[in-house]
């Protein structure tokens, strides 16, 4: 069993900065692919990045891109979620997965999620 919470989210300008962080419970969070996905107001929910249990490998939604950086901490069973170039669209709530996906990008794949923090981009 994994518990993920979330935190960091908050209110900035577009252009700018802020990372969020995942924070799991369990001696075993060093094993699962952990994956941050979105959903915007109206919208469903999308995949944004994900990171391998050894941090080896990172995947990325093609807009993300260049702009968001996933990394983790196994020792502090911790994962991060660098943003930078913000924009109003990225406006969304995120939520951090866990599990052994063979598909990073896809939602079922996961078998825990957190109750997600919201990031607000004012333009």
């Known amino acids: 069993q994994v518990q993920l919470v979330e935190s960091g989210g908050g209110l900035v300008q577009a252009g700018g900065s802020l990372r969020v962080s995942c924070a799991a419970s369990?001696?075993?969070?060093?094993?699962?692919?952990v994956g941050w996905f979105r959903r915007a107001p109206g919208k469903e929910r999308e995949f944004v990045a994900a990171?391998?249990?050894?941090?080896?490998?990172?995947y990325y939604a093609d807009s993300m891109k260049g702009r968001f950086t996933i990394s983790r901490d196994n020792a502090k069973n911790t994962v991060y979620l660098q943003m930078n170039s913000l924009k109003p669209e990225d406006t969304a709530v995120y939520y951090c997965?866990?599990?052994?996906?063979?598909?990073?990008?896809?939602?079922?794949?996961?078998?825990?999620w957190g109750q997600g923090t919201q990031v607000t981009v004012s333009s």
């Open positions: 997965a866990a599990g052994f996906p063979r598909r990073y990008s896809s939602t079922s794949q996961y078998d825990y």
């Open positions: 990171i391998a249990p050894s941090g080896g490998s990172t």
């Open positions: 369990g001696r075993t969070f060093s094993t699962y692919g």
